[in-house]
């Protein structure tokens, strides 16, 4: 391993964990893309990013770059390591998880949340060993509320996700007996 970013990465136990096609919540999810080894390379001959990941999507661009809710759910050759949301849309929260590789340990910044830089530098140690990494996405559907104020009613689309990914991490537990091994953080609200 890469003792550099050592800290940074998470060893994945061998273990009986799900592969996502025994998931018993599968269904809700589709494939929508994959992390893999970032090469491309320049006109010169030269890498064109200094990121070491990147997404590749398979889905729609306008649903790629939609900012709406998603429920995700990465696996590690198939076995479901972390479930995770967002409001922001997929390509917002893959670019949030790129920023993981601005980690002090990399002569950059330091200017990344934790999570973004274990999921980051723990996706990267899994690539480099040929490991393949997916994400399955749901869009969540559209919850809207009407509110006064000033007595004015106030359409507004409600933050859900934070529900959807805190319920389905504890049943993943529930089914399971553990969360996925990268899902550190979850709303308690939702328990």
Known sequence: MDTIVKKWVKIIPDD??????????????KLIGNIILDTDINDKGLKKRNTLIKFE?????????KKTEWLYIFTINNKIVKIGGTRIG??????????????????????????????????????MKGFKINMYGYELPKTEIIIKIFDKDINIIAQTYHAYESTFIEDYK??????????DNCDPNYK
């Open 174 to 183: 529930n089914n399971y007996g553990e969360y996925p091994y990268l899902c």
């Open 57 to 65: 999507s398979l889905i729609d661009n306008d649903d790629y770059t």
């Open 90 to 127: 997929i390509k917002g929260r893959i670019a949030s998880y790129l920023c993981g590789h601005h980690i002090e340990e990399r002569g950059k910044s330091g200017d990344c949340s934790k999570t973004n830089g274990y999921i980051y530098n723990t996706f990267h140690y899994y690539l």
């Open 16 to 29: 009986n964990s799900p592969i996502f096609s025994n998931y018993i919540r599968k269904d809700y999810f």
